[in-house]
């Protein structure tokens, strides 16, 4: 895989993209809290990117089966660097609450954009056996850019303010968009619609969740993370909260916290292929998920930043082992022509919860505490992940064409 010069490129790529995600995964928060001093606004927010995330998520998937994927990257990655360097420029003449409301949630639906059509892209790559090691290698770049990311961040906002840090997020996507021109991907989607086919565009259009909800393991996976992504959507807006309001951190000490917890991703993309090839898609994923939501409830009842820094590594580790897996079966038994669009469908319907969840979570961690949210959201994770084994995604090795 090494040998392959376009994997290369694109694996540099996407870290660099990875760096500039860390940035505002960090340097957001801290600006809303900064400026509102609101767990509740910061919740908002959270949720606000979630519904445009979602919004794009229903025609992403058509548009990156029908345009030219690499043009798609390069321009996601050129709105993300506009909106974002919006941001500091507004800034320095006084903090805008409403520009965030407007200018995130924008970002968002780019990103999503971005993310539905880079997983079309990781199988034009590379050959079909070496997906899930591909895989591994992303989410290990988006580790090591994660460890000094919100490192960085953190540093970057103590120093000159979380607004500055989004100035370097901004640079990191112009960087990105040029590198993306230097690829040469097999197969770009850009299919063209027949003047004949135009009458058939909704049913082409609903492709992708057709073939999801027909395939029993993908179907069960989707239901069952829409419920955990509705629990853990708002979870970086609580350890950010908890850090700094429970506890009285600084900014330095809260981007030290998630980039250590980043190690755990790292960790994750490296063993993965083969805690797969030993214990099969259904155990790697039912079990990932269950010592996530230990790591979670114990998470509430750490009492000081090392013990935060601990469980969130292996809340990372654990969804790391989770999401690889599911992306790598999800991009091995579908058809290339509706990738874009089944990881549309699998993204929207999973995330349409998230949302909500965001704002209800940090809605009682103002009103009962962090360790009661933590403990809450904990258990229903394990029992959420104990129910998928009377699920399809139980079998230990899913047949690749299996469908009802």
Not at 16 to 22: I, K
Not at 146 to 162: R, T, Y
Not at 167 to 192: M, N, Q, T
Not at 373 to 383: D, E, F, N, P, S
Request: proline residues 3%; aromatic residues 8%.
């Amino acid at each position: 895989m090494w040998r392959n010069r376009d994997f290369r490129f694109f694996l540099g790529i996407q870290t660099l993209s990875a760096v500039g995600d860390s940035f505002s995964y960090v340097a957001i928060p801290l600006l809303v809290l900064q400026a509102t001093g609101s767990v509740v606004q910061m919740g908002v927010v959270t949720g606000l990117v979630g519904v445009s995330s979602i919004v794009t998520g229903v025609f992403a998937g058509y548009v990156a089966d029908r345009v030219d994927r690499r043009a798609l990257l390069v321009t996601c990655d050129l709105a993300r660097c506009l909106l974002y360097g919006l941001i500091p420029v507004v800034w320095l003449f006084g903090p805008q609450v409403w520009l965030l409301y407007l200018v995130v949630p924008l970002a968002g639906a780019f990103a999503m954009q971005f993310q539905v059509t880079y997983v079309s892209v990781v199988p034009a790559l590379v050959e079909r056996d070496q997906i899930t090691k591909a895989n591994g290698h992303l989410y290990a770049s988006y580790a090591v850019a994660g460890v000094a990311g919100p490192m960085l961040a953190g540093v970057i906002s103590g120093a000159f303010g979380p607004s500055a840090a989004l100035a370097v997020d901004a640079a990191s996507f112009a960087v990105s968009a040029a590198g993306v021109l230097l690829i040469k991907i097999r197969s770009a989607g850009g299919e063209a619609v027949a003047a004949g086919d135009r009458h058939s565009l909704g049913r082409d259009f609903l492709a992708g969740a057709s073939f999801l909800w027909q395939h029993p393991v993908l179907r069960s996976l989707t239901v069952l993370l829409a419920v955990l992504t509705f629990v853990t959507f708002g979870l970086t807006d609580l350890i950010i909260y908890y850090l700094k309001h429970d506890l009285g951190r600084s900014d330095g000490t809260v981007g030290s916290v998630l980039a250590a917890a980043t190690v755990g991703t790292l960790v994750a993309s490296a063993v993965v292929d083969q805690v797969r090839r030993r214990l099969g898609f259904g155990a790697s994923w039912i079990g990932a998920w269950t010592l996530c939501g230990v790591a979670i409830a114990c998470l509430g009842l750490s009492t000081g930043a090392p013990l935060v820094a601990l469980f969130a590594t292996a809340q990372l580790f654990c969804t790391g082992i989770a999401g690889i897996c599911s992306m790598s079966f999800r991009q091995e038994v579908t058809p290339g022509k509706l990738l874009g669009r089944v990881t549309s469908a699998f993204w929207t319907v999973h995330s349409t919860l998230g949302p909500v969840g965001a704002a209800l979570i940090t809605g009682a961690a103002a009103r009962y505490g962090v360790t009661a949210v933590c403990l809450v959201a904990g258990v229903t994770c394990v029992v959420i992940a104990l129910s998928a084994s009377l699920t399809p995604i139980r079998r230990v090795r899913p047949l690749a064409g299996e469908a009802t």
